[in-house]
């Protein structure tokens, strides 16, 4: 099975309330277009006080249902809001959203926030799992709020959460190959990523040598990149090691991203285990 866990979708007036790039047409027929070749796709959405900026998750929710077979979609909660625990109790409730998304960076709390941790006590208790986006394309983006190491906290005070970092944390993908090997229920995706070849590679380099490539998941960044065009990518990652002395990442770990079963190990599906503790990470300070 495909997954693509990363993708968004706007209309015109929620494009001009996100003020995404104009050039970049997010609507849901280019998206059901784009997510042809895989198997099911993760739909964010998007909520921030703090940007005045929202996809609804009445959109969201719409535009899943229409596609149940094919799409999933993802909450936008925004746990600056006095009503952010409605507002997830609506949404899986009643809109049939299975997890939730957060950004620590575009909504302008520290991820330990108290009201945040609300919202983490609630997502563990119904099983949805939640999402960091680490997205820093608006320059209002709080960066102090992005680091992964902030996370470790939260994956503490609720083993039992799934977490994904999306983007491996970028630019600090380093911080989150040790979340990886810490907590059995911390996930990164990798999108954003697979357009930028040598920055891909150095991501997942680290991820393989430590030995945590089992928790990386696949996702295009939609409307930004197309999947086809990501999975294309990853395979090729490899030919900037040809000839050289770099070490090549093998072909069964990339398809092991490719392929990963994310519905299952982020528990959207029935009769699912939560994720294998992975090994520590060892450092050797001598």
């Keep these: 099975m495909i997954v693509d866990c990363h993708t968004q979708i706007w209309d015109a007036k929620t494009q001009e309330r996100l003020r995404a790039d104009l050039a970049v ?23 921030s006080a703090y940007l005045q900026a929202e996809i609804p998750n009445e959109f969201i929710s719409a535009h899943v249902r229409r596609h149940a077979s094919k799409l999933v979609g993802f909450a936008g909660i925004d746990p600056t809001a006095d009503d952010c625990l409605d507002d997830l ?91 990886l090997g810490k907590h059995r229920n911390v996930f990164a995706d990798v999108s954003g990523l697979l357009p930028r070849p040598w920055l891909s590679y150095n991501a997942l380099l680290p991820a393989f040598e430590f030995d945590v490539m ?30 050289t002395n770099l070490v090549a990442i093998p072909r069964e770990k990339l398809r092991g991203i490719v392929e990963r079963d994310t519905l299952a190990l982020l528990g959207i599906e029935s009769g699912v285990r939560p994720a294998r503790k992975p090994a520590h990470l060892l450092i050797d300070d001598d």
């Design 214 to 243: 089992d928790k990386l998941l696949f996702g295009s960044d939609f409307p930004y990149r197309a999947p086809a065009a990501c999975i294309e990518a990853l395979y090729s990652i490899n030919q900037l090691s040809n000839g």
């Design 89 to 179: 109790h609506t949404a899986q409730d009643e809109l049939g959203l299975k997890g939730v998304t957060v950004s620590p960076a575009l909504q302008n709390f520290h991820p330990a926030d108290t009201r945040a941790m609300a919202v983490y006590q609630e997502c563990e208790k119904r099983g949805m799992p939640v999402l960091f986006e680490q997205n820093h394309r608006n320059r209002e983006a709080k960066l102090e709020f992005a680091l992964p190491r902030l996370l470790d906290e939260v994956a503490r005070e609720f083993p039992n959460l799934r977490i994904v970092i999306a983007h491996m944390g970028y630019p600090w993908a380093s911080e989150t190959v040790v979340l």
């Design 25 to 47: 047409c997010a609507d849901a027929d280019r998206h059901l277009e784009a997510v042809s070749p895989v198997d099911r796709a993760i739909v964010l959405g998007f909520k």
